[in-house]
């Protein structure tokens, strides 16, 4: 079967791939075997002069990749500009810090000198989604290109240019060959590549179900594996917050790629006394969004990425109606080319129905009602995913206190969840384990080896 590329603010059809046989597949793990020893001699220096290379070619081609990840996974046009350029700041940080990250760390003993030595594993397997295309991948490879480890990437079958894209980064920079390669596969190869011994580890950003495959499959292997999967993140707005600021982030923060991000805010958790008046400056700043052409600077809401998506997510919000859930407003799809689902509320929604126990990637937000703080906790804490999640509040010791008690892997107080290369990325619960990005992230794929001498 085919892989499609398809423009999904319009339903055309850009190119189709052929997916790779057995026999192409097999020569780029042999050309990453070749690469690999002498990758991992490659002084930090050198691997940081081509990072920093790969970081100054994605922003002189900018508006090139830009334009290709909104044409193939339909963002925004300026989200697709911004998503270039933090890849292009993860490459320079690694290039900058993964020395000192990755420095023998002297432990003192019974020998004469001992120390831990960071060095990498091998090659390592990215199996990556479509909703950040060029940034979920950068944010694998940049830490382990810079720890040595060289890369082949399994990335979405609906981001195929991308996907080559990325790739010829890393060629147009003269990274080694076989350092870096896309492997234009479908996921059942995906698993059964894990049982290759040339491969050595796996990352996977996806859906919990994809996890729990990969997981699976590594673990019969014995094959270490990071997971970043789905979240349902709360925001949780308490009586003392300032509630024009809550409302503008919380449409930012739950609209952002159309509503197409593990990170995004899902579950709108409202104290009763605020709740009413929130949903309403909620309401109109949400309504202002207008859907359109991504490639125009003033469309502010983008179509999902499949029409199969836009279909999931809209029988998730009927079927939680049919049994209590009240929608505020939106909750249809819009008529017309393209995959575009109106901004959209479920107020009232409660345990039992699907948009309470289910991740809504789409542009849908749900308010949980909550009768205080402590209520708020709890409901904010009642959901099987734990990535990420925020408070608001004026007191700002109190919403210290409250982050901390969130159970996700980052909490923020006053603002929207993002990622950042300095800090460490990852969540708990099924929203999976092992962390990307910053010190902890570049240490994931590498032998933290004992060194004793007497």
Same mark, same amino acid.
Request: hydrophobic residues 45%; charged residues 25%.
């Given at each position: 079967?085919?892989?499609?590329?398809?423009?999904?603010?319009?339903?055309?059809?850009?190119?189709?791939?052929?997916?790779?046989?057995?026999?192409?597949?097999?020569?780029?793990?042999?050309?990453?075997?070749?690469?690999?020893?002498?990758?991992?001699?490659?002084?930090?220096?050198?691997?940081?002069?081509?990072?920093?290379?790969?970081?100054?070619?994605?922003?002189?081609?900018?508006?090139?990749?830009?334009?290709?990840?909104?044409?193939?996974?339909?963002?925004?046009?300026?989200?697709?500009?911004?998503?270039?350029?933090?890849?292009?700041?993860?490459?320079?940080?690694?290039?900058?810090?993964?020395?000192?990250?990755?420095?023998?760390?002297?432990?003192?003993?019974?020998?004469?000198?001992?120390?831990?030595?960071?060095?990498?594993?091998?090659?390592?397997?990215?199996?990556?989604?479509?909703?950040?295309?060029?940034?979920?991948?950068?944010?694998?490879?940049?830490?382990?290109?810079?720890?040595?480890?060289?890369?082949?990437?399994?990335?979405?079958?609906?981001?195929?240019?991308?996907?080559?894209?990325?790739?010829?980064?890393?060629?147009?920079?003269?990274?080694?060959?076989?350092?870096?390669?896309?492997?234009?596969?479908?996921?059942?190869?995906?698993?059964?590549?894990?049982?290759?011994?040339?491969?050595?580890?796996?990352?996977?950003?996806?859906?919990?179900?994809?996890?729990?495959?990969?997981?699976?499959?590594?673990?019969?292997?014995?094959?270490?594996?990071?997971?970043?999967?789905?979240?349902?993140?709360?925001?949780? %707005? *308490?009586?003392?917050? #300032?509630? @024009?600021? +809550?409302?503008?982030?919380?449409?930012?923060? $739950?609209?952002?790629?159309? &509503?197409?991000?593990?990170?995004?805010?899902?579950?709108?958790?409202?104290?009763?006394?605020?709740?009413?008046?929130?949903?309403?400056?909620?309401?109109?700043?949400?309504?202002?969004?207008?859907?359109?052409?991504?490639?125009?600077?003033?469309?502010?809401?983008?179509?999902?990425?499949?029409?199969?998506?836009?279909?999931?997510?809209?029988?998730?919000?009927?079927?939680?109606?049919?049994?209590?859930?009240?929608?505020?407003?939106?909750?249809?799809?819009?008529?017309?080319?393209?995959?575009?689902?109106?901004?959209?509320?479920?107020?009232?929604?409660?345990?039992?129905?699907?948009?309470?126990?289910?991740?809504?990637?789409?542009?849908?937000?749900? %308010? *949980?009602?909550?009768? #205080?703080? @402590?209520? +708020?906790?709890?409901?904010?804490?009642?959901? $099987?995913?734990?990535?990420? &999640?925020?408070?608001?509040?004026?007191?700002?010791?109190?919403?210290?206190?409250?982050?901390?008690?969130?159970?996700?892997?980052?909490?923020?107080?006053?603002?929207?969840?993002?990622?950042?290369?300095?800090?460490?990325?990852?969540?708990?619960?099924?929203?999976?384990?092992?962390?990307?990005?910053?010190?902890?992230?570049?240490?994931?794929?590498?032998?933290?080896?004992?060194?004793?001498?007497?």
């Amino acid at each position: 079967m085919a892989m499609e590329s398809i423009n999904p603010a319009t339903g055309e059809r850009l190119k189709a791939f052929t997916p790779w046989s057995t026999a192409q597949l097999d020569q780029a793990l042999a050309l990453a075997a070749r690469a690999t020893p002498g990758w991992q001699a490659t002084p930090f220096a050198e691997r940081a002069r081509l990072l920093r290379a790969a970081a100054e070619e994605l922003r002189k081609n900018a508006a090139e990749y830009a334009a290709l990840i909104t044409r193939e996974m339909g963002k925004l046009i300026k989200e697709a500009r911004a998503e270039v350029e933090k890849c292009a700041w993860a490459c320079e940080f690694y290039a900058d810090n993964a020395a000192k990250f990755l420095q023998d760390e002297v432990i003192g003993s019974d020998a004469g000198k001992s120390y831990v030595a960071y060095l990498p594993l091998g090659t390592l397997l990215a199996v990556m989604p479509w909703n950040f295309p060029f940034w979920q991948a950068f944010r694998a490879a940049a830490p382990a290109l810079m720890a040595g480890n060289t890369i082949v990437l399994k990335h979405a079958s609906n981001v195929p240019q991308c996907a080559l894209a990325i790739e010829e980064v890393f060629r147009r920079v003269e990274f080694p060959p076989g350092v870096f390669q896309t492997l234009l596969i479908g996921p059942e190869q995906a698993e059964r590549l894990i049982a290759d011994p040339r491969i050595h580890a796996v990352t996977l950003t996806g859906s919990e179900a994809a996890g729990r495959k990969i997981a699976a499959a590594a673990g019969r292997e014995l094959k270490k594996t990071v997971l970043e999967l789905g979240g349902s993140d709360a925001f949780v %707005v *308490l009586p003392d917050a #300032d509630l @024009d600021e +809550a409302a503008s982030v919380g449409v930012a923060a $739950r609209f952002l790629n159309a &509503g197409q991000s593990c990170i995004a805010a899902k579950r709108f958790i409202l104290v009763e006394s605020i709740a009413d008046a929130y949903i309403a400056k909620f309401k109109q700043k949400a309504l202002a969004l207008k859907p359109g052409d991504p490639m125009k600077d003033d469309t502010t809401l983008a179509s999902l990425a499949r029409p199969d998506l836009r279909d999931q997510l809209h029988r998730q919000v009927t079927d939680s109606i049919k049994v209590g859930a009240k929608p505020a407003f939106g909750c249809e799809p819009l008529s017309g080319p393209g995959n575009f689902y109106q901004p959209s509320l479920l107020d009232r929604v409660g345990p039992g129905m699907r948009a309470y126990d289910e991740e809504l990637f789409g542009p849908v937000a749900i %308010v *949980l009602r909550a009768r #205080d703080e @402590d209520d +708020a906790l709890r409901l904010a804490n009642d959901n $099987r995913y734990g990535l990420g &999640g925020s408070v608001w509040t004026k007191d700002t010791a109190k919403g210290e206190r409250f982050a901390r008690r969130l159970q996700s892997g980052a909490s923020f107080v006053n603002g929207m969840v993002k990622s950042d290369p300095r800090l460490p990325f990852g969540g708990v619960k099924a929203s999976g384990y092992g962390r990307e990005l910053s010190v902890l992230g570049i240490r994931e794929f590498v032998n933290a080896k004992t060194v004793w001498i007497k």
